[in-house]
């Protein structure tokens, strides 16, 4: 018996010190970059030493992986009725971006590291094209769709939360979603051009 409570005691150590580094890695990404971020600031900053960082994320790649898994959940979008997709995806955006600190940290070093910009592709690959291809009147143009959708919205992402541009900080979500959604509407379910 004790044995059991000796491993439960350890693995709820070891599941809190995961959580740790992980918060410490989101919060330095999203304020240094990845290449400014250091393991042995984050490390400092959950108050462990810099071995249990590799130990438990092999490398700083590993960890960033780790630190900025986004699931945005687009297959459970729902997509009836169908005109109103755009909107539905740029508000599911928008609800990603408000909630999510590690995002500013991906877009931030997206444009530098190729790990980044893997992690962004992957959304696309993973959850965007297949959208696409669900709604849009040409499965063989769903990647194009897709493209298309992403550069709104992590265009907005980019102004907004990054950058931080005064006008596009200054308008609310439901200005956003009256101006993007029908630009994501049409890029996924408007005729071929």
Do not use: H
Not at 26 to 48: H, Q, S, V
């Amino acid at each position: 018996m004790t044995g059991t409570t000796e491993n439960q005691q350890a693995v709820r150590r070891s599941d809190a010190t995961r959580a740790a580094i992980l918060t410490a890695a989101r919060e330095r990404f999203a304020a240094d970059g990845y290449e400014k971020a250091t393991i042995r600031a984050i490390a400092r900053d959950a108050k462990i030493d810099p071995s249990m960082v590799m130990r438990y994320y092999d490398s700083k790649a590993g960890l960033f992986a780790a630190a900025v898994a986004i699931d945005p959940g687009l297959p459970d979008l729902p997509v009836e009725p169908r005109e109103a997709i755009g909107r539905t995806l740029v508000s599911r955006f928008l609800t990603l971006w408000e909630e999510n600190g590690e995002l500013t940290a991906l877009m931030r070093v997206g444009a530098t590291d190729p790990a980044a910009a893997d992690r962004m592709q992957s959304v696309l690959r993973e959850q965007l094209i297949p959208l696409a291809r669900q709604v849009g009147p040409d499965p063989e143009q769903a990647p194009t769709r897709a493209a298309l959708c992403a550069s709104t919205v992590l265009g907005l992402a980019l102004t907004r939360y990054v950058l931080r541009f005064p006008a596009s900080v200054a308008l609310d979500r439901d200005e956003i979603v009256d101006w993007l959604g029908p630009t994501v509407q049409r890029y996924l379910t408007a005729p071929t051009p």
